[in-house]
């Protein structure tokens, strides 16, 4: 079966430019100087399967970059969007897991000083929030979020009885100055 030709390609004096700063500059991510690379190859007019011996590169993935190039131009040299995993919660519930965690747990019914993250879990899926939910997600929703007021201590209204703060503290050593 034969080989389909390669894609010419010409480039532009910035292109050229361009490319040559991606391909040889320090600070250039590792993947864009490779791509950057297989394209100033394929300027010289070199064959892929030369390109591919010169760079270490499988011929399919400088069939890949060249092609990309000839037709994108420098755009297509960039990743594209990767589908990934759905989410499996939406950002509201996210904020309404972070929102819960801002009221004290007395506030709820729950006989708790403080959130931990799997009582938040817990919480959440007994009112519906979401039908399943772990504490690592949990923590990790919060540890996101900027403010932190379930982390702050707790203040109370009326300190309890039996500190007066109007009065120094008494000394109970039997030592007088």
């Given at each position: 079966?034969?080989?389909?030709a390669?894609?010419?390609?010409?480039?532009?004096?910035?292109?050229?430019?361009?490319?040559?700063?991606?391909?040889?500059g320090?600070?250039?991510p590792?993947?864009?100087?490779?791509r950057?690379?297989?394209v100033?190859?394929?300027?010289?007019?070199?064959?892929n399967?030369?390109?591919?011996?010169?760079?270490?590169?499988?011929?399919?993935?400088v069939?890949?970059?060249?092609?990309?190039?000839?037709?994108?131009?420098?755009?297509g040299?960039?990743?594209?969007?990767?589908?990934?995993?759905?989410?499996?919660?939406?950002?509201?519930q996210?904020?309404?897991?972070?929102?819960?965690?801002?009221?004290?747990?007395?506030?709820?019914?729950?006989?708790?000083?403080r959130?931990?993250?799997?009582?938040?879990?817990?919480?959440?899926?007994?009112?519906?929030?979401?039908?399943?939910?772990s504490?690592?997600?949990?923590?990790?929703?919060?540890?996101?979020?900027?403010?932190?007021p379930?982390?702050q201590?707790i203040?109370?209204?009326n300190?309890?009885?039996?500190?007066?703060?109007?009065?120094?503290?008494?000394?109970?050593?039997?030592?007088?100055?």
């Amino acid at each position: 079966m034969p080989v389909a030709a390669a894609c010419p390609i010409a480039l532009t004096a910035s292109q050229r430019r361009r490319l040559k700063k991606t391909a040889y500059g320090h600070k250039t991510p590792h993947q864009a100087g490779i791509r950057a690379n297989v394209v100033l190859h394929a300027a010289q007019g070199r064959s892929n399967a030369c390109i591919a011996r010169a760079t270490g590169l499988h011929l399919d993935t400088v069939r890949t970059w060249r092609g990309r190039f000839a037709e994108e131009g420098l755009p297509g040299l960039a990743d594209r969007k990767r589908s990934g995993r759905p989410p499996a919660f939406t950002p509201l519930q996210a904020a309404q897991v972070t929102a819960l965690a801002c009221r004290l747990p007395a506030e709820t019914g729950t006989p708790l000083s403080r959130w931990s993250a799997p009582e938040l879990a817990r919480e959440a899926i007994a009112r519906g929030i979401a039908m399943f939910m772990s504490a690592s997600t949990v923590r990790r929703w919060l540890a996101q979020d900027a403010p932190k007021p379930w982390q702050q201590p707790i203040t109370r209204k009326n300190p309890p009885p039996d500190r007066q703060h109007d009065q120094p503290p008494r000394r109970t050593s039997g030592a007088d100055h």
